[in-house]
């Protein structure tokens, strides 16, 4: 109990020991510990309303002030009676607070309130470590540079009005100390010779700075106008002050934080008007117009910075192995330019980042100007993650209106805006090896390219991004693009080899070039995956969307949209060389060539595989969907359009083809089931897809309900070939048919998509149903037959190689054997006779070793349908070629051979 008692006095004697260390200025509370321990500030100043009542710590870690117990060397004699205990605090230094006055002080004076120093220089002079000397308004002209080694607080009266004039020297050297400046006005720094850094401050090592509401102008020193800090691990934290009209005249315009893991903490600043004067940009030189960052770490938040100019980096640079997050800031109007460089190669219009990467967030980048990177120049290994800023009117002389990438870069929610760019990227460009640029969730609008004339050609790449690292990737996924401009890549120009792009679900509208109105891929051994994006309204003299200039590309287009897109050849698409491109799933809709190809133009050997697409209401002179133009036929070709919508395009044939047996547009849906077929003669158009009703069941029912489904089904309408018969629902594109049924009293009208096979149950009162798809409409009633199929195959007996077997076989649309009906066949149309059986449909060819001459034998199946089923007629050819024919059959014939002769199977379907 005694010894409790005793702690409890001892606590109370140890706090009324440390009141006397506390010190009030006008408006800062100042909390501090000895010269090792972290110093706080509680500062109630409200400057550009954007920090009242904020607490600042240097250190990181630390969340309150802490108490140095080595100070305290405290002893006790516990006793029975606690009047008679004994504790003794010895080395408790008060903080002792001294006042300086410029106007009546005088350095006899004893430095008290009543008594003020008159000079800065003597109050340091005579304070004690861990001391406050507070200045009264006034101007304190230094007639020689400060040196300070102690822990201090300098607080002036009124930041406009407490004037600390440097006096053209540097002002203070400090190492080994926490000090801090608040409240105070520095100006007239100048410190140019080779042998100084610094015009204000000059931080060594082992040093805490802090700066809080004070105000630095027209400073001047070689690197560092304000502060030149190279310390090992200094701490520098500054907040709420203004900088401006400040120069540096090799680097660093305001502030030089340097020195292994030194931090730095920058908040609720502002820069305006500071500049690095040199035209040398030799070994960092000309760099960091406000703020230069060298091995050193940087938080910076809630600043503004205007109006200042450097070669490199016109606000912040960092060097080598810096890191920097940047929040909530502002740069507007400033400028990295040059024009006594050679190539004026200033860069960064706002900031140039180093090989440590860097964090941007929610952060402003206004009218910056620079000649590669009109705000953001990034040349770093690391990441670089920008995230929720806006780029507005920033312009490069060359290349990145507003980033130039040299490295690992990720852009999210952010907008860029009206940015532009000489030769390449009027918003972003990518110049990194083996480098990854995401660019994410952003808008991209009214970017562009001076469309600039250079060396006898336009030298305009890329209105919005540039991609040109060898061996990078990019992923440019979930963006808007509007307006973008320039000469070849509206939105994007791809070149020197970049290994891959991932477009995934972005929306182009409004983009112009002369090639590639959105893209140009203008680089070999790409891969590229179009995955659900919306190309609208995109306008080039080639490739109204897309354009591909070079060869060897693997290009994937799935889930994708082209839609009133127009050129002068290739309305949405222009493929002048080899390409191996995959089309899936994709809509061509009202797009306009005024040459050729309304949709697609292909100008060489290609391997092109379009399926179940949509190619609908495009517009070209020649080609409305689909220009082939194979003019290097010694190259592999193949062009396959397949299990696609393609209809009412308006112009001289749908598909058109300059060469023969290189376009194969077979099983197409071609509008309705008389569509015009609008493919010229070099394209194998056969087998189209028709619209048809397909019952399910086997018994027909007059009397009671039925059940059938509704399909798309292939019949064998226009081909000699074996089309084949298989429900094609499951190949095209998704899309919606009405189906309307009629009762007696009312009508229904219902919608389906067209791959999910609906099957309907059809009351035994319903008059009548039709199916509406496209352009076509069918009808059914009750008691209509159902559609019938043949199937006919020819075997030769292996016993007797002069004997063929030929076989029939009839089926309903689900591929069930018909039973009943009666059918002919005949041989040159010569009837073999009527059976009675439809389960004995065979019939013997005998034929005629021909020799050297060839003999055709035409068969033909006719089946003559019932009440339930339709008539069918099926035609095969078997032909028997001798040794001197010519050894030339169809690619869809069945063949095999004789003895001495070939004999090839053809077959058409008159269904």
Excluded at 106 to 112: F, T, W
Excluded at 856 to 872: K, N, Q
Aim: net charge negative; charged share 15%.
């Amino acid at each position: 109990m005694k010894s409790n008692k005793f702690i409890i006095l001892l606590i109370c004697l140890i706090l009324l020991s440390l009141g006397s260390c506390y010190a009030t200025s006008n408006n800062t509370d100042i909390i501090s510990s000895d010269g090792t321990d972290d110093l706080s500030i509680q500062s109630n100043i409200n400057t550009n309303e954007k920090s009242n009542n904020e607490y600042i710590f240097i250190d990181e870690d630390s969340t309150y002030p802490k108490i140095d117990t080595d100070k305290y060397d405290t002893t006790y004699e516990e006793n029975d009676n606690i009047e008679t205990s004994q504790a003794s605090i010895q080395n408790v230094n008060e903080q002792k607070i001294l006042y300086v006055d410029a106007n009546t002080g005088s350095d006899e004076n004893n430095g008290d309130e009543s008594n003020p120093y008159k000079t800065l220089q003597k109050a340091v002079t005579s304070i004690e470590n861990n001391s406050i000397i507070n200045m009264k308004n006034g101007e304190y002209i230094l007639d020689q540079q400060i040196v300070i080694s102690k822990s201090l607080t300098i607080n002036g009266e009124n930041n406009q009005q407490t004037i600390i004039n440097c006096n053209n020297n540097v002002g203070f050297n400090i190492t080994n100390t926490k000090l801090t400046f608040d409240n105070l006005k520095f100006i007239n720094a100048n410190q140019n010779d080779d042998a100084s850094y610094p015009g204000v401050i000059m931080a060594r090592s082992n040093v805490i700075l802090l700066i809080n509401n004070c105000i630095f102008s027209d400073n001047i020193g070689r690197m560092g106008s304000v502060l030149f800090s190279n310390g090992k691990e200094n701490k520098i934290n500054i907040t709420n002050s203004q900088f401006y009209d400040n120069i540096a005249t090799q680097r660093a315009g305001v502030l030089h934080i340097g020195g292994k893991d030194s931090i730095g903490h920058i908040s609720n600043c502002s820069f305006k008007n500071n500049k690095v004067n040199t035209t040398d940009v030799t070994g960092n030189k000309g760099c960091g117009g406000a703020i230069y960052l060298g091995s050193s770490n940087l938080t910076l938040k809630d600043c503004d910075f205007i109006n200042n100019s450097a070669v490199n980096g016109s606000c912040i640079y960092t060097s080598t192995s810096s890191t920097i997050n940047i929040s909530n800031s502002n740069f507007v109007n400033n400028t990295a330019n040059n024009k006594n460089t050679l190539n004026n190669a200033s860069r960064g219009g706002a900031i140039t980042l180093g090989s440590g990467g860097g964090i941007i967030t929610n952060t402003t980048f206004i009218n910056n100007t620079a000649t590669f990177a009109g705000a953001i120049s990034i040349n770093s290994g690391n990441i670089t993650n920008i995230t929720d800023c806006t780029f507005i009117n920033n312009y490069a002389g060359n290349h990145g209106g507003a980033i130039h990438s040299f490295g690992q870069t990720t852009i999210k929610n952010s907008i860029f805006e009206n940015n532009s760019a000489v030769r390449r990227g009027g918003a972003v460009i990518g110049v990194g090896t083996d480098d990854m640029i995401i660019i994410e969730n952003c808008q991209f609008i009214n970017n562009y390219l001076n469309k600039t004339y250079l060396n006898g050609k336009f030298y305009s790449l890329g209105g919005a991004l540039s991609g040109h690292g060898q061996s990078s990737n990019w992923t440019i996924k979930n963006n808007l693009f509007i307006n973008n401009s320039a000469a070849f890549g509206g939105v994007m120009f791809c070149t020197n080899d970049i290994d891959f792009i991932d477009f995934v679900n972005n929306t182009y509208i409004n983009n112009s070039a002369m090639s590639g109105g959105v893209i140009m891929f203008n680089t070999s051994d790409l891969g590229v995956h179009i995955n659900n994006d919306v190309f609208n309204h995109n306008i080039a003299q080639l490739g109204g969307a897309i354009s591909f200039n070079q060869s060897h590309l693997t290009v994937a287009i799935h889930d994708t949209v082209f839609t009133n897109n127009i050129a002068e050849n290739g309305g949405a698409i222009f493929i002048p060389e080899y390409q191996h491109l995959s089309v899936e799933n994709v809509t061509f809709t009202e797009n306009t060539a005024k040459e050729k190809g309304g949709a697609l133009f292909i100008n060489n050997s290609t391997f092109l595989r379009l399926f179940k697409s949509i190619i609908y209401k495009n517009k070209a002179n020649l080609g409305s969907a689909i220009y082939y133009n194979n003019i290097n036929s010694t190259e592999r070709n193949f062009v396959e359009i397949r299990s696609s919508k393609i209809y009412d395009n308006i112009g001289n044939y749908s598909i058109y083809s300059t060469t023969n047996n290189t376009v194969t547009a077979k099983y197409n849906w071609w509008g309705s089931n008389h569509g015009n077929i609008t493919a010229n003669n070099n394209v194998d158009a056969t087998c189209p897809m028709v619209l048809l009703f397909t019952q399910w069941s086997k018994v027909w029912n007059n009397n009671q309900s039925m059940d059938f489904v509704i399909n798309i089904k292939l019949c064998n309408k226009t081909s000699s070939n074996e089309c084949g018969i298989f429900d094609s629902v499951y190949y095209l594109p998704s899309q919606n048919f009405t189906v309307i049924t009629y009762y007696a009293n009312e009508t229904k009208i219902q919608t389906y998509e067209i791959y999910k096979s609906e099957v309907i149950t059809i009351p035994a009162h319903v008059i009548k149903v039709t199916l509406k798809f496209d352009n076509e409409e069918i009808t059914y009633q009750p008691g209509d037959p159902r559609q019938s199929y043949i199937r006919l195959t020819a075997t030769q007996n292996p016993t007797n190689k002069s004997q063929y077997i030929i076989q029939a076989e009839v089926v309903d649309g689900r591929s069930q054997n018909i039973e009943e009906g009666k059918f002919i066949f005949k041989i040159n149309g010569v009837s073999q006779g009527t059976a009675s059986s439809i389960k004995d449909a065979n019939l013997t060819l005998n034929v005629t070793n021909t020799g050297n001459y060839s003999h055709t034998y035409l068969i033909t199946f006719v089946y003559g349908g019932t009440s339930h089923y339709t008539e069918c007629r099926q035609n095969m050819t078997i032909t028997i070629e001798g040794a001197k024919s010519a050894n030339t059959k169809s690619q869809e014939s069945t063949y095999w051979n004789d003895t001495n002769n070939t004999v090839y199977v053809t077959e058409r379907s008159e269904c």
